[in-house]
């Protein structure tokens, strides 16, 4: 067995765009990824005011830190995403569509609107968990 299930009970929902349940067994490393915003590496914003551009950078910064770690996005199980009230999901999710493709076992995910992030041009921001095999 593979050591990440993925699993959508009869009894809950069905969306392709993410799955209920993430069952982790057999020897693996969790990953803990801290909320990425859209912070290019000099540390400027990326894309003040346009969710899409934002939510483009935040998935090269998930990207890069699970990299660091010996993993991608496939060794995701789990992710928060936090925007800002007021801000359309459709765009971000477009670019979650384009990037993840048609991959198999989409992660679990919990949406929060949020008052505010860290900095007030933020819009949007994105911690995960990931599991990958030991090497």
Do not use: C
């Not at 934002?54 to 998935?59: A, G, K």
């Not at 971000?92 to 008052?115: D, E, K, T, Y």
């Amino acid at each position: 067995m593979a050591p990440t299930q993925f699993l959508n009970p009869d009894t809950l929902h069905r969306n392709p765009a993410f799955s209920q349940v993430a069952v982790v067994s057999g020897t693996v490393r969790t990953i803990y990824v801290g909320g990425q915003n859209a912070v290019d590496t000099q540390g400027q914003i990326v894309g003040r005011g346009d969710i899409t551009a934002q939510t483009e950078q935040v998935f090269r910064n998930l990207e890069a830190a699970l990299a660091a770690a010996g993993a991608s996005l496939e060794h995701v199980v789990k992710w928060n995403v936090y925007a800002v009230s007021g801000q359309p999901l459709q765009p971000a999710f477009a670019v979650f569509q384009r990037i993840w493709g048609q991959r198999a076992n989409p992660p679990l995910i919990s949406v929060l609107f949020v008052a505010g992030l860290a900095h007030p041009d933020f819009l949007v921001e994105m911690d995960a968990m990931a599991v990958a095999p030991e090497d």
